[in-house]
């Protein structure tokens, strides 16, 4: 294994990164992955609410839909729905984001659905006593709670996101990853290093960013 690593993919073609059609590639995986958390989060908020049983407006309907579709949207992996949002709506950036928002939701709406059922039930009975709304229960009550938790959730999402977003362009969703099916198909070894490299460099320097993003977050709070 070793012998081939180093006989085939070994120096990698550097050069290539440096082509402007895979510079855009880049940003075009940027884009996709920040418009899919924004789309994602901006779904999964009202989901959640719904989902948490100990403050959910509607207990009996809402609740069990709400959880249906975070689980609905987890239990298909991202790259299936890209293969399938591809084969409706065609090959480009538009399946990509479709698929990375539905699995944004999933992701996502979990995680704010268990920070919300995690809330202190003092202040939300204090404020359902004086005959207040689901509405301002959520305001006044849940999201003076959850504000810190849920603005790291949705970091750690788009981390999360933007990993994704780097490969599911292999199955024709565009970005990082349409250059590296090309290169695959094309028996181009040196420069499948080339952008496996890349790859893990922009997600390691992701993953310092939201690092970075989650701690001021917390020392902010504190």
Not at 55 to 75: E, K
Not at 85 to 108: K, Q, R, S
Request: proline share 4%; glycine share 8%; hydrophobic share 60%.
């Amino acid at each position: 294994m070793a012998e081939v690593l180093a006989l085939r993919y070994w120096p990698p073609e550097l050069g290539h990164l440096a082509r402007a059609d895979y510079l855009r590639a880049f940003l075009d995986t940027l884009q996709m992955s920040f418009a899919a958390t924004v789309l994602g989060l901006c779904a999964a908020a009202p989901l959640a609410w719904l989902a948490a049983f100990n403050v959910s407006p509607a207990r009996h309907l809402g609740h069990p839909l709400a959880r249906l579709a975070i689980a609905a949207a987890r239990s298909v992996h991202e790259m299936v729905w890209t293969i399938l949002l591809v084969a409706i709506v065609g090959f480009g950036m538009l399946a990509g984001t479709l698929a990375l928002t539905i699995f944004c939701i999933g992701f996502a709406g979990k995680l704010l659905a268990e920070a919300v059922e995690a809330v202190e039930p003092g202040p939300v009975e204090a404020l359902r006593a004086t005959g207040a709304g689901p509405f301002q229960v959520l305001f006044f009550a849940v999201l003076p709670q959850v504000r810190v938790a849920w603005a790291g959730i949705a970091i750690y999402t788009w981390d999360v996101v933007f990993r994704a977003a780097t490969v599911i362009g292999f199955f024709g969703a565009g970005g990082m990853g349409t250059f590296l099916r090309e290169s695959v198909q094309r028996v181009e070894h040196a420069q499948v290093a080339a952008i496996m490299l890349s790859i893990v460099a922009v997600v390691l320097l992701a993953e310092l960013l939201s690092g970075w993003a989650r701690s001021a977050i917390a020392r902010a709070a504190g």
